[in-house]
């Protein structure tokens, strides 16, 4: 089994940066594909970023340009975000795959909100 803990989160002018971080422990080295989901009110959770275990990456179309992902090493993972907008408010969610897996997400964190004012 494997748990993340995201931080990094709150409140924060548009226009602005914060960086989120994702901690894994338990079961790592299995640990294929790790991304960052988001979910707005009344909205579908979507991906934001992922990357692979080989660094690899990929970004919704909304953050192209703004966000950045990273992995420093098998259990910990990074998103930059600068120039924020309002529509980035959402609560965002670390997730994983097991059994070195791509596209698919088994395990989650428990989120962290990102308010972006404007």
């Known amino acids: 089994q494997v748990q993340l803990v995201e931080s990094g989160g709150g409140l924060v002018q548009a226009g602005g940066s914060l960086r989120l971080s994702c901690a894994a422990s338990?079961?790592?080295?299995?640990?294929?594909?790790m991304g960052w989901h988001r979910q707005a009110p009344g909205k579908q959770r979507e991906l934001v970023a992922s990357?692979?275990?080989?660094?690899?990456t990929f970004y919704g179309d909304s953050v192209k340009g703004r966000f950045t992902i990273s992995r420093d090493n098998v259990r910990t993972v990074y998103l930059q975000m600068n120039s924020l907008k309002p529509e980035d408010t959402a609560v965002y969610y670390c997730?994983?795959?097991?059994?070195?897996?791509?596209?698919?997400?088994?395990?989650w964190g428990q989120g962290t909100q990102v308010t972006v004012s404007s």
């Open positions: 997730a994983a795959a097991k059994n070195w897996r791509t596209g698919v997400y088994d395990y």
């Open positions: 990357i692979t275990n080989g660094g690899s």
């Open positions: 338990g079961s790592v080295f299995t640990l294929g594909d």
